[in-house]
């Protein structure tokens, strides 16, 4: 260990303020530079000071020193200030070699709203698909229906899965026209994706419609994602596909299926039959929930 380095560490041990940390923060040594921010993220309350420090921090020449303020930017997200330094500091980072760097300075700059739908929709372009992912949590965090859209058409499946969250997570009904797009699209998580977050938009009509067929999906996972779709159509759409589905193959599927006709229309006859069988289904929670679909049925067990 150097000397340098145990002179902070002894520095750090007496809490010591931003100017006296300075030297330490450019030192040529990069375990000395690494440390000085770990220090500083432990003894600064002048959080406004140490923002645009860390974020600077960022296109050290050091891959140690740039992973660590990649770590404390996620960690201080709470504490840190931000201000016209501290985005200078991460805008210029977004076209930085590293991937793992621009995508630090987008999700920072998005988490603390200091970013435009119109600056994320850019960003799309990113060759990375793990910056193209976080740029797709920007967009959902600035509720950016049509940017959403933008990125739906991704190459990679996990960055059209993240636009599906994404979609279901504002909650905006004009998302379910990029949803459907999602639930042909030819990866089955993505579909499952699509169709499941149509209970957080809406499943009109031609969505239940949608849903429906793909009660017959060879993946479960669709299937169950079709029923969560249905819970959340009109009832006379969704009775039939999902009383089809409590006899599916898969306990998910089942258990998706019965949860839907509990909580919505267990009072029909067809429905209150179909969950009296499901009380034999072998999964606890297919039981479970044919048992309060029963009773909000009225009908006695």
Do not use: Y
């Not at 988490?111 to 793990?130: F, K, S, Y």
């Not at 058409?153 to 599906?164: M, P, Y």
């Not at 793909?214 to 669709?222: G, I, Y």
Request: hydrophobic share 50%; glycine share 4%.
């Amino acid at each position: 260990m150097s000397a340098r380095l145990l002179t902070l560490l002894d520095l750090a041990d007496e809490c010591p303020e931003l100017d006296e940390l300075t030297p330490f923060l450019t030192d040529t040594d990069p375990e000395v530079r690494r440390t000085a921010l770990s220090v500083l993220s432990e003894t600064t309350d002048a959080w406004a000071e140490a923002a645009p420090i860390i974020a600077g921090a960022l296109v050290d020449v050091d891959v140690d020193v740039r992973h660590t303020a990649i770590g404390l930017l996620t960690e201080l997200l709470e504490v840190l200030v931000a201000g016209p330094e501290f985005d200078a500091a991460l805008r210029a980072c977004v076209t930085a070699p590293e991937p793992a760097v621009r995508a630090a300075a987008i999700e920072a700059l998005w988490r603390h709203r200091r970013v435009t739908a119109t600056e994320l929709i850019g960003w799309l372009a990113d060759p990375n698909v793990a910056v193209r992912r976080t740029v797709v949590g920007g967009l959902t965090s600035v509720d950016a229906i049509d940017g959403l859209a933008t990125a739906a058409a991704d190459e990679d499946q996990n960055v059209r899965i993240g636009v599906a969250k994404g979609i279901a997570a504002v909650g905006d009904p004009r998302g379910a026209v990029t949803l459907l797009v999602l639930a042909d699209d030819p990866e089955p998580l993505v579909r499952a994706a699509a169709l499941a977050s149509l209970a957080g938009t809406g499943c009109d009509e031609h969505a239940a419609a949608v849903a429906a067929a793909a009660m017959t999906d060879p993946t479960w996972q669709v299937r169950q994602a079709a029923a969560i779709a249905l819970a959340a159509a009109d009832p006379e759409l969704a009775a039939a596909p999902l009383l089809s589905a409590v006899a599916d193959p898969n306990l998910d599927v089942r258990k998706a299926a019965v949860r839907a006709l509990a909580e919505r229309i267990a009072e029909r006859r067809d429905i209150t039959t179909a969950l009296q069988q499901a009380l034999d289904d072998p999964d606890a929670d297919v039981r479970a929930f044919a048992r309060i679909g029963i009773a909000n049925s009225g009908k006695e067990l």
